[in-house]
């Protein structure tokens, strides 16, 4: 039986945005302008050039050419992560919202054995998220991206509470992404290593804030799964586990043990290298694994089937991995 590889890790940005229609504030409201050639576009945010994507972000034909050489059967498109924009006024939230998911709809329609869709919602404000969760799922899409923070409080806070019962309870995919993570200003040396140093803490805090918030003992039917391998997560995980062995104030808040709360959510695998791809797998279990690359961007996973041929995996294991834990996690 051939194997076919899903990807769920994977962005998309409109070719196109429309003027700014609100009334609140069109300074961080994202526009494009024209690239050095014609496949490249310069994505414009508070009129400085947020980043300089490729034609890969939104021209299917040329998303799928790519894909055929990594050998991905199947993408899961979701927003740069940056477009969840929860910075924006609640009602522009929404219309930007509106906007990205619309273009996600379009592609997915375009090449339907292809692509899936992952959706964003303003979170900014909860009740509206919650509402317009409900909408597009009704609109076919897959489940949502959510930013690993919102405006600087974390995901687990409780004042996320009915974004995830509606969630669980529609049974959303809900994939999270590190977003403007914390302690930037530790960070030295050149421009641009947020990607590679704060983005795996930041992806850490957002795990831990399910567990230690109770997230998730409070809804264990929830389908979430982390970016870049729950970054750091790995790690911390069993140096929180030991802590809340041996302390009673901690096991009053927290009742299950957090190594198994953290077996149920899903991780990429996008690592970058097979020593951590194994660490991951044994901490969090290979069914709680799937495909994540970053495409299209600088730092993505270029040929992401590589590694995971070097695990040395049988059969079944090889199908769970590029496609089943996948299309559970999707539904």
Known sequence: MPITAI??????????????AGKADA?????????????HKNVMIAGKNFRTVSDECWDVARRIEAMDKMGI??????????????????????????????????????????????AMVPLQDPDIATRELER????????VEIGSN???????????????????KLGVAVFVHALHPASLERIVGPPRLAPMLAFPNETSFAVASMITGGMLERHPKLKIGFSHGGGTFGFIVHRLTQG???????????K???????????????????DALEFVAKSFGLSQLFIGTDFPFELSEKAPLDALEKLGLGEAERAMLYSGNAERFLA
């Open 73 to 118: 059967a199947r993408q899961v498109l979701s927003p740069m992560p940056e477009l969840l924009s929860y910075w924006l006024d609640p009602a522009d939230g929404l219309a930007m919202s509106r906007h990205v998911n619309g273009t996600i709809a379009q592609m997915v329609a375009l090449a339907p054995k292809r692509f899936a869709g992952l």
């Open 27 to 39: 300074s961080r409201w994202p526009q494009m302008a024209a690239g050095s050639d014609c496949r």
């Open 244 to 254: 809340w062995k041996v302390s009673p104030i901690i096991q009053e808040q927290i």
């Open 256 to 274: 299950t043990n957090p190594l198994d709360q953290a077996r149920r959510c899903y991780y990429d695998t996008l690592l970058f290298s097979v």
């Open 136 to 143: 597009i799922m009704a609109d076919g899409h897959r489940g």
């Open 7 to 20: 990807d769920v890790h994977c962005h998309i940005v409109p070719g196109e945005f429309p003027a700014y």
């Open 150 to 168: 919102v405006n600087g409080v974390a995901i687990g806070d409780a004042k996320f509470e009915g974004f995830f019962a509606a969630a669980e």
